[in-house]
């Protein structure tokens, strides 16, 4: 009699729990309407990591971190998803693991994930952030491929936002290539080659002439071959 009493009590409660467990879920799916439509990122965060508490997903895991990538909150996308590189990780999932470590300056790791997406849909703008972070680690080569995809494929209307400046500005794609490529060049030969890196510097000025970051970098090479050409009338 006392098991059949036990066995009673053990199937209310689980009956009672899954029927919390269904309320709750109809709770935050209507939260989770009701803060889209206000435009509240943190409440739709907020609901969905207790659906996603509620109803474990994949999906809602990568809506989830993609989400925390869009309010700027790199760490948290990342410790939803995790960092590792998973061959079944969907666009999105290695999307947001490559910006996220790009924006928390791990260009090694980001690449990881920037190989990937290449690998599945090839794009100009996916060449240029890659040879950017290869010059950063020094994997020249692959720098230079990653330009050279991109110089043969940019199309005139393709543009590059940049934001070194108080105001972000826009510039041609094309005119971005052959400013990276002029990085590329001094890089690999940092006495030899820069005249060659000052021409490609005036390539990309001459597709933009209000190309800021190419100005500043041609005015750079330029007093860094005055002070050479200095040391060296000094030496004669």
């Given amino acids: ?13 689980v009956s009672v729990f899954a029927q919390t467990n269904a309320e709750l879920k109809t709770h935050y799916e209507a939260y989770y309407k009701q803060m889209k439509k206000q435009g509240d990122v943190q409440g739709i965060i907020n609901a969905i990591t207790h659906l996603n508490l509620l109803e474990p ?3 809602r895991k ?17 410790n939803t998803i995790g960092v590792e590189k998973n061959a079944t990780d969907s666009d999105m999932n290695v999307e947001v693991k490559a910006l996220s470590l790009k924006n928390l300056n791990q260009p090694k790791l980001a690449l990881e994930h920037y190989e990937v997406l290449f690998q599945r849909t090839p794009n100009v703008y996916l060449a ?24 043969t494929n940019v199309k005139d209307d393709m543009k590059r936002a940049f934001y070194e400046t108080q105001q972000p500005y826009e510039t041609s794609m094309k005119a971005a ?9 001094f890089s690999e030969n940092k006495t030899a080659n820069i005249d060659a890196s000052i ?28 002070q050479k050409a200095a040391a060296e009338n000094k030496k004669n």
């Fill in 1 to 13: 009699m006392k098991q059949i009493t036990i066995a009673v009590i053990m199937l209310l409660s």
């Fill in 57 to 59: 997903s994949v999906a």
């Fill in 62 to 78: 990568d809506t989830l971190a993609y989400l925390y990538l869009s309010e700027g909150k790199y760490m948290q996308a990342l």
């Fill in 128 to 151: 240029y952030e890659m040879a950017d972070m290869k010059i950063q680690v020094n994997d020249l080569a692959g720098a230079k491929a990653n330009i050279e995809y991109g110089l």
């Fill in 177 to 185: 290539l052959l400013y990276l490529k002029g990085l590329l060049t």
């Fill in 199 to 226: 021409k490609l510097m005036n390539d990309a000025l001459a597709i933009d002439p209000n190309f800021n970051l190419a100005k500043v970098s041609r005015q750079a090479l330029e007093s860094q071959k005055a």
